[in-house]
């Protein structure tokens, strides 16, 4: 191989090693700030099911797709077999999507969704790597409105989301890159998901 294929090859290497070690200062980072906030959170959606309500999820483009991660990870299941949860992610549908874009603006596209679909007593997580998308703002704004809990997951940045989030409900990854904010909020929908569980099963069989 000519030498400056094997630099590029080498140069490439390192960015990708670059990755994997910034992956784990953030997540060795977020195992010691994060299990608490993330039990309480774990402890509101027990809460919420149990007194027969729905869990919603929201976030753009990423997040979106985290969003849909936590409702799938719901209403199918995680590692046990048990009734599926009421859970609705607002990403999902796109012709609710396009229509509340279009007449509304996208602002209101989780807002308006949360107006026709929410009660008091549900939960949101409203997930936004910056804390400052408009739309997930709104949504936890009329959540909020509507007598819901607002679970907020964001970065460390402060931001306007957070203001929104019940006491003690903010999920901030250490973090102020999206792809490692990401990734941590993945890890979070897995250790609730596990937990979740737990206290499920713990709940059927006492």
Known sequence: MPSSKRALTGDL??????????????????????????ERAVQAVHACLRAGHKIFACGNGGSAADAQHLVAELIGRFLHERQALPAIALTADAATLTAISNDY????????????????GDLLFAIST??????????????RSLGCVVVAMTGERDSKL??????????????TVTARIQEVHSLCIHAIADTLDALLQQQAHP
């Open 13 to 38: 290497t390192m960015s990708i090693a670059k990755i994997f070690a910034e992956h784990a200062q953030v997540t060795a980072r977020a195992a010691e700030e994060l299990p608490e906030t993330l």
């Open 130 to 143: 910056s804390g400052n998308s408009p739309n997930v703002v709104q949504a936890a704004q009329t959540a």
């Open 162 to 175: 957070a203001a929104h989030a019940d006491p003690g409900l903010l999920v901030r990854a250490p973090s």
């Open 105 to 120: 603006g996208y602002e209101r596209v989780f807002a308006r969704q949360l107006e026709g679909l929410a009660a008091k």
